[in-house]
Protein backbone atom coordinates (compact mmCIF):
# COMPACT_ATOMS: atom_id res chain seq x y z
CA UNK A 1 0.00 0.00 0.00
CA UNK A 2 1.75 3.33 -1.13
CA UNK A 3 1.25 6.43 0.66
CA UNK A 4 -0.56 8.02 -2.45
CA UNK A 5 -3.11 5.74 -1.18
CA UNK A 6 -3.58 6.10 1.99
CA UNK A 7 -6.35 8.58 3.41
CA UNK A 8 -5.04 10.70 6.06
CA UNK A 9 -7.16 9.13 8.89
CA UNK A 10 -5.98 6.10 7.63
CA UNK A 11 -2.38 6.76 8.09
CA UNK A 12 -3.08 8.28 11.66
CA UNK A 13 -4.64 4.35 12.32
CA UNK A 14 -1.68 2.73 11.34
CA UNK A 15 -0.13 4.95 14.20
CA UNK A 16 -2.26 5.05 16.74
CA UNK A 17 -5.05 1.51 16.66
CA UNK A 18 -7.62 2.66 18.41
CA UNK A 19 -8.30 1.95 22.17
CA UNK A 20 -4.60 1.84 22.07
CA UNK A 21 -1.76 4.27 22.91
CA UNK A 22 0.59 4.89 20.29
CA UNK A 23 3.67 4.03 22.92
CA UNK A 24 2.01 0.75 23.96
CA UNK A 25 1.50 0.21 20.15
CA UNK A 26 4.73 0.93 19.02
CA UNK A 27 6.18 -1.79 21.85
CA UNK A 28 3.91 -4.43 20.32
CA UNK A 29 4.42 -4.02 16.80
CA UNK A 30 7.05 -1.82 16.36
CA UNK A 31 8.16 -2.33 12.63
CA UNK A 32 4.48 -1.79 11.57
CA UNK A 33 4.46 1.63 13.55
CA UNK A 34 7.87 2.43 11.96
CA UNK A 35 6.39 1.67 8.44
CA UNK A 36 3.32 3.61 8.84
CA UNK A 37 5.18 6.80 10.12
CA UNK A 38 8.14 6.33 7.11
CA UNK A 39 4.46 6.42 5.09
CA UNK A 40 3.60 9.23 6.31
CA UNK A 41 6.99 11.29 6.06
CA UNK A 42 7.30 9.54 2.41
CA UNK A 43 3.94 11.26 1.65
CA UNK A 44 4.68 14.66 3.20
CA UNK A 45 8.08 14.42 1.65
CA UNK A 46 6.38 13.45 -2.05
CA UNK A 47 4.24 16.69 -1.81
CA UNK A 48 6.74 19.03 -0.77
CA UNK A 49 8.31 20.77 -3.77
CA UNK A 50 11.30 19.33 -5.27
CA UNK A 51 14.11 20.60 -5.12
CA UNK A 52 16.25 20.66 -8.44
CA UNK A 53 19.45 19.43 -9.22
CA UNK A 54 22.24 21.74 -10.98
CA UNK A 55 24.94 19.95 -12.64
CA UNK A 56 27.92 22.13 -11.56
CA UNK A 57 32.17 21.24 -11.73
CA UNK A 58 34.96 21.81 -9.31
CA UNK A 59 38.33 22.74 -10.52
CA UNK A 60 41.20 21.02 -9.66
CA UNK A 61 42.65 21.60 -6.38
CA UNK A 62 45.35 19.57 -3.81
CA UNK A 63 46.59 16.60 -4.20
CA UNK A 64 43.59 14.93 -6.31
CA UNK A 65 44.38 17.30 -9.77
CA UNK A 66 41.14 16.27 -11.15
CA UNK A 67 38.24 19.08 -12.08
CA UNK A 68 35.38 17.06 -10.84
CA UNK A 69 31.95 17.48 -11.57
CA UNK A 70 28.79 16.43 -9.35
CA UNK A 71 24.58 17.73 -8.67
CA UNK A 72 24.33 20.31 -6.15
CA UNK A 73 21.04 20.45 -4.62
CA UNK A 74 19.70 23.70 -2.78
CA UNK A 75 16.79 23.79 -0.18
CA UNK A 76 13.42 26.31 -1.54
CA UNK A 77 13.81 28.19 1.12
CA UNK A 78 16.60 31.21 1.71
CA UNK A 79 20.19 30.11 3.17
CA UNK A 80 22.52 30.28 3.96
CA UNK A 81 22.37 26.30 4.85
CA UNK A 82 24.61 23.88 6.04
CA UNK A 83 25.38 21.58 3.73
CA UNK A 84 26.53 17.41 3.54
CA UNK A 85 29.04 16.43 1.06
CA UNK A 86 27.32 12.85 -0.36
CA UNK A 87 29.57 10.41 -1.77
CA UNK A 88 28.20 7.44 -3.77
CA UNK A 89 29.29 3.77 -4.07
CA UNK A 90 31.18 1.63 -6.55
CA UNK A 91 28.33 1.48 -8.94
CA UNK A 92 28.89 5.34 -9.35
CA UNK A 93 27.04 8.08 -9.43
CA UNK A 94 25.50 7.76 -12.49
CA UNK A 95 23.78 4.66 -14.15
CA UNK A 96 23.53 3.86 -17.88
CA UNK A 97 21.44 5.97 -19.04
CA UNK A 98 22.82 8.91 -17.27
CA UNK A 99 20.35 9.54 -14.92
CA UNK A 100 21.47 9.82 -10.87
CA UNK A 101 21.58 6.58 -9.22
CA UNK A 102 18.39 5.79 -7.41
CA UNK A 103 19.33 5.81 -3.74
CA UNK A 104 21.99 8.95 -4.11
CA UNK A 105 19.01 10.78 -5.73
CA UNK A 106 16.66 10.07 -3.19
CA UNK A 107 18.81 11.04 -0.42
CA UNK A 108 19.49 13.61 -2.03
CA UNK A 109 16.04 15.12 -2.11
CA UNK A 110 15.38 14.00 1.21
CA UNK A 111 18.18 15.95 2.69
CA UNK A 112 17.45 19.37 0.73
CA UNK A 113 13.71 19.11 1.50
CA UNK A 114 14.47 19.03 5.01
CA UNK A 115 16.70 22.39 5.03
CA UNK A 116 20.26 20.82 3.56
CA UNK A 117 22.26 21.82 0.96
CA UNK A 118 23.95 18.49 -0.77
CA UNK A 119 26.53 17.87 -2.92
CA UNK A 120 26.77 14.69 -4.90
CA UNK A 121 30.28 14.14 -5.78
CA UNK A 122 31.25 12.01 -8.87
CA UNK A 123 34.47 10.70 -8.54
CA UNK A 124 34.33 8.19 -11.15
CA UNK A 125 33.34 10.02 -14.40
CA UNK A 126 35.88 12.96 -14.56
CA UNK A 127 38.60 9.98 -14.00
CA UNK A 128 37.16 7.55 -17.05
CA UNK A 129 35.26 5.32 -15.28
CA UNK A 130 31.36 4.39 -14.80
CA UNK A 131 32.14 2.15 -12.34
CA UNK A 132 34.13 -0.26 -9.95
CA UNK A 133 32.33 -3.10 -8.71
CA UNK A 134 33.29 -5.34 -11.25
CA UNK A 135 36.41 -7.36 -11.75
CA UNK A 136 37.49 -5.64 -15.12
CA UNK A 137 36.28 -2.15 -14.31
CA UNK A 138 39.66 -0.60 -13.15
CA UNK A 139 40.26 1.26 -9.63
CA UNK A 140 39.95 4.33 -7.93
CA UNK A 141 40.87 4.29 -4.39
CA UNK A 142 39.21 5.63 -1.30
CA UNK A 143 42.66 7.93 -0.81
CA UNK A 144 42.51 9.61 -3.71
CA UNK A 145 38.21 10.27 -3.26
CA UNK A 146 39.47 11.65 0.02
CA UNK A 147 41.44 14.20 -1.59
CA UNK A 148 38.05 15.59 -4.22
CA UNK A 149 36.22 15.87 0.06
CA UNK A 150 38.76 18.29 0.50
CA UNK A 151 38.27 20.01 -2.72
CA UNK A 152 34.60 19.82 -2.50
CA UNK A 153 34.74 21.60 1.10
CA UNK A 154 36.81 24.31 -0.38
CA UNK A 155 34.27 24.51 -3.11
CA UNK A 156 31.05 24.64 -0.65
CA UNK A 157 33.29 27.35 1.43
CA UNK A 158 33.12 30.23 -1.23
CA UNK A 159 29.56 29.30 -1.75
CA UNK A 160 27.84 32.65 -0.91
CA UNK A 161 24.81 30.47 0.07
CA UNK A 162 26.62 27.75 2.22
CA UNK A 163 27.38 28.23 5.88
CA UNK A 164 30.69 26.71 6.20
CA UNK A 165 30.49 25.82 9.93
CA UNK A 166 27.53 23.22 9.06
CA UNK A 167 29.31 21.02 7.24
CA UNK A 168 28.57 17.05 7.23
CA UNK A 169 29.93 13.78 5.28
CA UNK A 170 27.59 10.86 4.11
CA UNK A 171 28.55 7.86 2.01
CA UNK A 172 27.88 4.51 0.87
CA UNK A 173 29.85 1.46 0.43
CA UNK A 174 33.12 2.49 -1.54
CA UNK A 175 31.98 6.38 -0.93
CA UNK A 176 31.41 5.00 2.64
CA UNK A 177 35.23 3.62 2.76
CA UNK A 178 35.96 7.28 1.37
CA UNK A 179 34.29 9.29 4.32
CA UNK A 180 36.64 6.86 6.68
CA UNK A 181 39.39 8.03 4.81
CA UNK A 182 38.48 11.72 4.84
CA UNK A 183 38.08 11.86 8.49
CA UNK A 184 41.11 10.62 9.62
CA UNK A 185 42.96 12.16 12.02
CA UNK A 186 45.24 14.66 10.36
CA UNK A 187 43.76 15.23 7.29
CA UNK A 188 42.43 18.82 6.43
CA UNK A 189 44.02 20.15 9.03
CA UNK A 190 43.07 23.58 7.66
CA UNK A 191 39.88 25.05 6.76
CA UNK A 192 36.65 24.43 7.74
CA UNK A 193 35.83 20.20 8.93
CA UNK A 194 32.92 18.06 9.11
CA UNK A 195 30.37 18.34 12.17
CA UNK A 196 29.66 14.79 12.09
CA UNK A 197 30.47 11.46 9.61
CA UNK A 198 27.80 8.37 8.73
CA UNK A 199 29.08 5.69 7.03
CA UNK A 200 26.79 3.49 5.28
CA UNK A 201 28.34 -0.42 5.35
CA UNK A 202 31.47 0.75 4.51
CA UNK A 203 34.57 -2.22 3.71
CA UNK A 204 36.54 -1.66 7.22
CA UNK A 205 39.21 -4.07 7.34
CA UNK A 206 41.82 -1.85 5.44
CA UNK A 207 41.01 0.80 8.21
CA UNK A 208 40.95 -1.26 11.04
CA UNK A 209 44.61 -2.67 10.17
CA UNK A 210 45.53 1.18 11.26
CA UNK A 211 46.19 1.54 14.95
CA UNK A 212 46.35 5.22 15.00
CA UNK A 213 42.88 5.40 13.37
CA UNK A 214 40.18 7.49 14.85
CA UNK A 215 37.58 10.02 13.93
CA UNK A 216 37.96 13.84 14.28
CA UNK A 217 34.27 13.92 14.55
CA UNK A 218 31.28 11.59 15.85
CA UNK A 219 31.37 9.19 13.09
CA UNK A 220 27.98 6.81 12.74
CA UNK A 221 28.40 3.52 11.32
CA UNK A 222 24.83 1.79 9.71
CA UNK A 223 25.14 -1.89 8.28
CA UNK A 224 22.80 -4.69 7.58
CA UNK A 225 23.40 -7.75 9.55
CA UNK A 226 23.47 -10.07 6.80
CA UNK A 227 25.53 -7.98 4.51
CA UNK A 228 28.04 -10.10 2.75
CA UNK A 229 29.63 -7.71 0.25
CA UNK A 230 30.78 -5.41 3.21
CA UNK A 231 31.30 -7.56 6.20
CA UNK A 232 29.28 -6.19 9.53
CA UNK A 233 32.27 -7.37 11.90
CA UNK A 234 35.32 -5.22 10.85
CA UNK A 235 33.49 -2.23 11.32
CA UNK A 236 31.77 -3.43 14.89
CA UNK A 237 35.06 -3.39 16.08
CA UNK A 238 36.84 -0.71 14.72
CA UNK A 239 33.49 1.71 15.99
CA UNK A 240 34.19 0.06 19.52
CA UNK A 241 37.70 0.42 19.24
CA UNK A 242 37.41 4.08 17.91
CA UNK A 243 34.62 5.51 20.16
CA UNK A 244 31.92 5.79 17.07
CA UNK A 245 28.60 4.48 16.45
CA UNK A 246 27.55 1.37 14.82
CA UNK A 247 24.18 0.60 14.20
CA UNK A 248 23.40 -2.63 12.61
CA UNK A 249 19.93 -3.18 11.00
CA UNK A 250 18.83 -7.19 11.79
CA UNK A 251 18.25 -9.66 8.48
CA UNK A 252 19.65 -6.65 5.69
CA UNK A 253 22.15 -6.61 3.12
CA UNK A 254 23.99 -4.51 0.96
CA UNK A 255 21.81 -0.97 -0.28
CA UNK A 256 19.56 -2.08 2.11
CA UNK A 257 18.06 1.88 2.36
CA UNK A 258 18.13 1.61 -1.79
CA UNK A 259 13.98 3.28 -2.58
CA UNK A 260 12.65 -0.02 -4.19
CA UNK A 261 15.36 -2.65 -5.04
CA UNK A 262 14.31 -5.55 -5.22
CA UNK A 263 16.82 -8.01 -3.53
CA UNK A 264 19.12 -10.19 -5.69
CA UNK A 265 22.55 -11.64 -5.85
CA UNK A 266 25.02 -9.66 -7.79
CA UNK A 267 28.09 -11.55 -9.64
CA UNK A 268 31.65 -10.72 -11.03
CA UNK A 269 31.92 -8.55 -8.47
CA UNK A 270 36.05 -7.70 -7.53
CA UNK A 271 35.33 -8.48 -3.61
CA UNK A 272 34.61 -10.24 -2.33
CA UNK A 273 36.59 -13.35 -2.88
CA UNK A 274 33.62 -15.20 -4.53
CA UNK A 275 32.65 -12.35 -6.67
CA UNK A 276 29.13 -12.79 -5.20
CA UNK A 277 26.98 -10.34 -2.80
CA UNK A 278 23.02 -10.14 -1.50
CA UNK A 279 21.43 -6.32 -2.41
CA UNK A 280 18.57 -5.26 -2.23
CA UNK A 281 16.02 -2.70 0.10
CA UNK A 282 14.82 -3.90 3.26
CA UNK A 283 11.87 -1.58 4.12
CA UNK A 284 12.16 -1.48 8.06
CA UNK A 285 15.58 -0.66 7.99
CA UNK A 286 15.35 1.52 5.46
CA UNK A 287 13.14 3.57 7.78
CA UNK A 288 14.71 3.53 10.87
CA UNK A 289 18.09 4.11 9.09
CA UNK A 290 16.18 7.41 7.23
CA UNK A 291 15.11 8.58 11.07
CA UNK A 292 18.66 7.96 12.54
CA UNK A 293 19.83 9.75 9.66
CA UNK A 294 18.08 12.63 10.00
CA UNK A 295 17.90 12.65 14.03
CA UNK A 296 21.96 12.78 13.52
CA UNK A 297 22.47 15.26 11.36
CA UNK A 298 19.71 17.78 12.61
CA UNK A 299 22.02 17.40 16.15
CA UNK A 300 24.93 18.15 14.70
CA UNK A 301 23.73 20.71 12.27
CA UNK A 302 21.10 22.36 13.49
CA UNK A 303 21.21 22.71 17.20
CA UNK A 304 22.83 25.95 18.10
Partial sequence: MSAQNLKPDAMR??????????HIACQKLRAVCLLATFLIANFAHAAAERPLAEEIT???SGASGVNLTGYFYRPTQPGPYPAIIALH???????????????????????????????????????????ICTKSSGNVTPSERADDVA???????????????????????????TVLSAIRPNFMSTGPDF?????????????????HWKPRMPLTILMGSADNWTEPEPCRAL?????????????????????NAPRRTRTGLARPKDGRADVGTDPVARAAAIQEVLATLNAALKTK
Fill in 13 to 22: DLVRPAGVSA
Fill in 58 to 60: IPA
Fill in 89 to 131: GCGGLLGKSGQIAAREADWAERLATGGYAVLLLNSFAPRGFRQ
Fill in 151 to 177: GAVTWLARHPHIDATRLALIGWSHGAM
Fill in 195 to 211: KTAIAFYPGCRATARDA
Fill in 239 to 259: AARAGARFISYEGAVHGFDAP
